[in-house]
């Protein structure tokens, strides 16, 4: 009779403290909001601030707005927040300027979509427009764009 040999393996281990603590959730950068029109001003307000911070470098508007699992689709390509921080970080670029023309906000309970446009202009005098519709969340009380959709919509020169 053959006898096996089985491998044995010996666990030690520290005692483990149990945290009666729960897990903090990340603060949310935006301010509380109570009522809807506090929500429906506060979203109008953050697309405003988005749009004329495409032509400066203040990425803070954007770092506040946008959730981390953020997406953009933006010119045929799939951006994430990580991305749009740093665009928005690096500065302007060709824009000179980025005006919001208007900002519609519909409720779909813990759901907002906003869709609206802005006029741009670039270095050289070019004018266009951008087209877009955010989808914005509400989770743990924080409103922020988990996806995004820009279209851009060339305009004749001046």
Known sequence: ??????????VISAP??????????????APELITQQDVERYIVESEDAWA???????ASVVKRILADDFIWVLDGKVVDKKTAVKWAAAGPGEFLSNKPDYVHVRFFG?????QGSETWTKKGGKLGKFVWTDTWVK??????????QDTVVPLPAK
């Not at 009779?1 to 010996?10: D, E, S, T």
């Not at 989770?139 to 995004?148: G, L, P, S, T, Y």
Request: with cysteine; hydrophobic share 50%.
């Open 1 to 10: 009779m053959r006898l096996a040999l089985l491998p044995f393996v010996l």
């Open 16 to 29: 483990v403290e149990a945290s009666t603590a729960p897990a903090e959730a990340p603060a949310c950068p």
């Open 52 to 58: 004329e911070s495409v032509a400066t470098n203040d």
């Open 110 to 114: 813990d759901t907002a979509v906003a």
């Open 139 to 148: 989770r743990a009380d924080c409103w922020q764009i988990v996806n995004a």
